[in-house]
């Protein structure tokens, strides 16, 4: 027997406390969704907004209002100047929207105003980036794109193994197609197009009554908008590391809520109870140490990453450690009785 830190007859009504589950998801996801608003959006780093990051190493602290001060004869454009990474490491990075200028004049500028304006402390620019605004626009729609598309496969793997109906599945694919086809008719910016096609892809899985897939790809949506939304109130910037995160949360998510899938799915072939609510609440305390210890374990890796990974992944880090947690939350507490309110079929034993 495996290892076990939950007792064997734990009932824990889960699927009781559903309605708070669903007033809390509701309500962070209105935090984030009206940050969102509030700001304009997500609050973009270089990948995708385009500009240069220069990152300066100190060999003492320098207070950020006087580096800020010191480069503002440089007269570059939208500065904007932050501490990077633990205090002790004296960096700082730079963003500005000059992209006019060469990545050879803008280091210039920065080293002249720092050596004229901090005399006695001794510097080193470590990383100088740049990228243009389209090709930060273009690799903002092809991030936008992979997520649609994780998502959508997700879904019709769902379908395929726990209803068994592939046909069906592949229907759903081919009325999202036509539906994306026609809205690219429309020429619709690359955003609406995918919050378009998303809508299509819960839409189609409601009338299909994919109940499995449905539950699974609402839950997905529920832990990326609730970690964006993170994100968006602490004013963290979007790049791509942060949409890598955004990936893994949604494989890691995935995970949890097909081991408590394929148990209810179990169950309800052995017919344990007639009720489904009580099926699926014995599934969730049956899985509910594997779940703890696997979330557990990645937690204890995650938190390792954000204390001493140090400042280039401190925010990639920080997006797994708020998607896994969120993760293992919604495929109890979302994924679950979101099934429930479905009814799914029982599939019988071949």
């Excluded at 209105?30 to 300066?56: M, N, R, T």
């Excluded at 200028?101 to 720092?114: D, H």
């Excluded at 893994?248 to 097909?258: E, P």
């Amino acid at each position: 027997m495996g290892l076990q830190i939950i007792r064997p007859d734990t009932d824990i009504d889960f699927i009781g406390l559903r309605k708070w589950a669903f007033l809390l998801s509701g309500l962070l996801i209105l935090v984030g969704v009206l940050s969102l608003i509030v700001k304009g959006g997500p609050k973009y780093g270089i990948d995708f907004a385009g500009g240069v990051i220069v990152q300066v190493k100190f060999d003492q602290s320098v207070d950020v209002k006087e580096l800020k001060q010191a480069l503002k004869e440089a007269s570059l454009p939208s500065l904007v100047v932050q501490r990077f990474g633990d205090k002790e490491d004296n960096e700082y990075l730079l963003r500005t929207s000059a992209d006019k200028f060469s990545p050879e004049k803008i280091r210039s500028l920065v080293e002249e105003n720092l050596k004229k304006n901090l005399p006695g402390k001794k510097f080193e620019i470590q990383r100088l980036e740049m990228v243009g605004p389209k090709v930060g626009a273009d690799l903002r729609s092809k991030a936008l794109e992979a997520l649609f598309y994780a998502v959508l496969l997700i879904a019709i793997y769902i379908s395929g193994r726990f209803e068994q109906r592939w046909m069906t599945a592949g229907v759903m694919a081919a009325g999202l197609a036509l539906g994306v086809y026609v809205l690219k008719l429309l020429t619709m910016p690359m955003s609406v197009l995918i919050v378009a096609a998303m809508l299509i892809t819960l839409g189609l899985c409601w009338y299909l009554k994919l109940n499995y897939a449905l539950g699974a790809v609402l839950a997905l949506i529920h832990d990326v908008f609730i970690t964006v939304g993170i994100f968006s109130l602490l004013d963290k910037e979007f790049d791509l590391t942060i949409v890598a995160a955004l990936l893994t949360i949604v494989g890691y998510s995935l995970n949890d809520t097909i081991i408590v899938f394929d148990r209810i799915r179990e169950n309800l072939r052995a017919k344990i109870s007639p009720s489904l609510a009580r099926t699926i609440n014995v599934s969730i305390n049956q899985t509910l140490s594997r779940t703890i210890l696997t979330s557990g374990t990645t937690l204890i890796v995650v938190v390792c990453l954000f204390l001493f990974g140090g400042g280039v992944i401190h925010d990639f880090a920080f997006a797994l450690l708020v998607g896994v947690l969120v993760g293992t939350y919604s495929s109890i507490y979302v994924a679950s009785p979101i099934l429930l309110g479905f009814k799914p079929k029982v599939e019988e034993e071949a």
